[in-house]
């Protein structure tokens, strides 16, 4: 093994391990948390029970990307030249995928513990990101590219839909659209900053930065849609509109 592929799998692990012990650190306050909320409220329990079910979906995703990219390192790097990435000896797939969940997760436990209110905004934000994630490292795992239409078309827009939509309690019924337009929005903002920024950044700065880019997009319109549909001069927030849109609570 040479010495480039040596420092670039002990980067990868150092990075997967300060990850992982975030995820952990975030996965024990919720628990925690959810210990507390059982002696209080039942809402609040099935609240935060959702959110330990998506932290799993969060750690097997980090697991995920931190195993392709370290045993399938070639294969990887081949998906990484085809759509014109910054030749790094670490791609920085497993911060990409799993870096934004866990910081809207932690925010999250935020709001809880010094707020006491549980926001379906932020929940919901950081599940798209988390489907986000999975999008990425499917598209590269089966398909070996980010940056097909054909390939974001079939994996964002029929596939994940289907499967959340079947056993995600956040994507049941209607609201798999708000989620699909998220994970869209995004792939086109990865897409096209790697054609039109070529060698710019590598997977995961270029995922990191399209999801801050598609998201506050998506949430410039729902701001949009809260100010049309309930008038400018109500005083109203994001979160509340979020909580009536997305009825996470099931």
Known sequence: MSKAVREGRCAQVVEALVLALTASWVTYLIYKILDNARRESLVVEQQLLQ????????????????????????????????????????????????????????????????????SSFTYFYAWTSTSIGVSVLLKLAVFGTVTSFRVSTLVDVVLLPIVFGIFSPIEAEWRFLLATCGRVTVAAVLTAGLNLLPRSFTIGEALLVAQGVGLCFCDLVLTTITRVCFGKHVMIGVDEVADVLFLIVV
């Open 51 to 118: 959110a330990s079910n998506a932290l799993f979906v969060v750690l097997f995703l980090g697991l995920s990307a931190f195993l392709w990219s370290m045993f399938r390192l070639q294969v990887l790097s081949k998906a990484c030249r085809k759509a014109s990435c910054r030749q790094e000896r670490d791609v920085g797939l497993v911060v990409g995928c799993i870096l934004l969940p866990l910081a809207l997760f932690s925010r999250l436990l935020v709001e809880v513990y010094h707020d006491g209110y549980f």
